[in-house]
């Protein structure tokens, strides 16, 4: 019985040691740069499945980068706009000003302030102007991308006040 106790603290010992060995040594080789959305939803509720915005990449000069030409290098510096444009027909289901989103990630990219509970992505101002929320992406190595996240029906967004 003795020898069953000596045993057992030994692999125990052992355990304790491979596992805690493991973990002294932070996994770079897991760590990633990306700071691109791939996928932004907007929701009915918090499990559904959602409609895909239409996500615009920016480069650090304002430019618009071609969606085939996206990569980390391309836009670095820029920022993002995710647009959903909703048909007026779509007007009773989705709701810009009260709505629920979604988006993919790759494992160590967190987004600040983080999707959860209600949004209202349209926010107009005084004049009228759509100005969304702002949201950050930060990669697995701290890099640091911003976003705006804009909804609006066919036909009643505007980007500058009117005159």
Request: aromatic share 8%.
């Amino acid at each position: 019985m003795k020898l069953f106790k000596n045993i057992t603290a030994a692999a125990l010992a052992l355990v304790f040691t491979i596992v805690l060995g493991a973990c002294a040594e932070e996994g770079k080789e897991y760590e990633h740069d990306n700071t691109l959305l791939t996928t932004v939803t907007i929701k009915l509720n918090p499990g559904a499945e959602g409609m895909p915005g239409k996500i615009i990449e920016y480069d650090a000069q304002g430019q618009i980068v071609p969606a085939d030409l996206v990569t980390l290098k391309s836009v670095e510096g820029g920022y993002g706009v995710v647009l959903f444009e909703l048909s007026p027909s779509l007007r009773g289901v989705y709701d810009p000003e009260h709505c629920y989103l979604g988006a993919s990630l790759t494992f160590d990219q967190i987004i600040r302030p983080g999707l959860g509970g209600i949004k209202n992505i349209c926010n107009r101002n005084a004049e009228g102007v759509a100005q969304g929320i702002d949201i950050t992406v930060t990669s697995g190595i701290g890099t640091v991308r911003p976003y705006k996240i804009i909804g609006y029906f066919e036909g009643e967004y505007k980007l500058v006040p009117e005159e």
